[in-house]
T-cell receptor
Framework: NAGVTQTPKFQVLKTGQSMTLQCAQDMNHEYMSWYRQDPGMGLRLIHYSVGAGITDQGEVPNGYNVSRSTTEDFPLRLLSAAPSQTSVYFC????????????FGEGSWLTVV | SQELEQSPQSLIVQEGKNLTINCTSSKTLYGLYWYKQKYGEGLIFLMMLQKGGEEKSHEKITAKLDEKKQQSSLHITASQPSHAGIYLCGADIQGAQKLVFGQGTRLTINP
């Protein structure tokens, strides 16, 4: 069972570079989301989607873009990386509310130098 | 998040002792999720509570939701080294499964 798969697991970027963090789930979940985890701040929601073609901003969306062309995939794009985007990124998926388990991927460690 | 306070931030207990971690929301909880994270790894789902007064258990871990207090507690009985890690509570405060998280509790178990 693959669950929620994130790639890459580790990445080092230079300031100003762009990249895409990939997220795929094989559970046919409608809801998908991206969080970032920073020391002392817990996880914060970046963007989320309730289905293909539908996305919305979370708490900290600036500097990130998303799209949802298929149910399975929810990529997160950094357009021009900044050191403030150094973080651990987690993708999550679930069935619609109420009361469904939210599954998380294993994380992507991003360092921007 | 200021909407969700988790305590304590760090906890060191002797193996075999019981412990409790608390999570308090400033808003009505539509759902409260507990996860465990080991350093450098992803989030492992433990339990989800939805109804006031609800209590769930898995092995030696019990979670309760007190809807009136907008608070949840996670209790570990007879702690073991395998319980060590970071425990995170995530709250659904909109009913949309967009979670706000506490800062986490780092649990260390001493032999």
């Amino acid at each position: 069972n693959a669950g929620v798969t994130q790639t890459p697991k580790f990445q080092v970027l230079k300031t100003g570079q762009s990249m895409t963090l990939q997220c795929a789930q094989d559970m046919n979940h409608e809801y998908m989301s991206w969080y970032r985890q920073d020391p002392g701040m817990g996880l914060r929601l970046i963007h989320y989607s309730v289905g293909a073609g539908i996305t919305d901003q979370g708490e900290v969306p600036n500097g990130y873009n998303v799209s949802r062309s298929t149910t399975e995939d929810f990529p997160l794009r950094l357009l021009s990386a900044a050191p403030s985007q150094t973080s651990v990124y987690f993708c999550a998926s679930s069935r619609p509310p109420p009361g469904n388990t939210i599954y998380f991927g294993e994380g992507s460690w991003l360092t921007v130098v | 998040s200021q909407e969700l306070e988790q305590s304590p931030q760090s906890l060191i207990v002797q193996e075999g002792k019981n412990l409790t971690i608390n999570c308090t929301s400033s808003k009505t909880l539509y759902g409260l999720y507990w996860y465990k994270q080991k350093y450098g790894e992803g989030l492992i789902f433990l339990m989800m509570l939805q109804k006031g007064g609800e209590e769930k258990s898995h092995e030696k871990i019990t979670a309760k939701l007190d809807e009136k207090k907008q608070q949840s507690s996670l209790h570990i009985t007879a702690s073991q080294p395998s319980h060590a890690g970071i425990y995170l509570c995530g709250a659904d405060i909109q009913g949309a499964q967009k979670l706000v998280f506490g800062q986490g509790t780092r649990l260390t178990i001493n032999p």
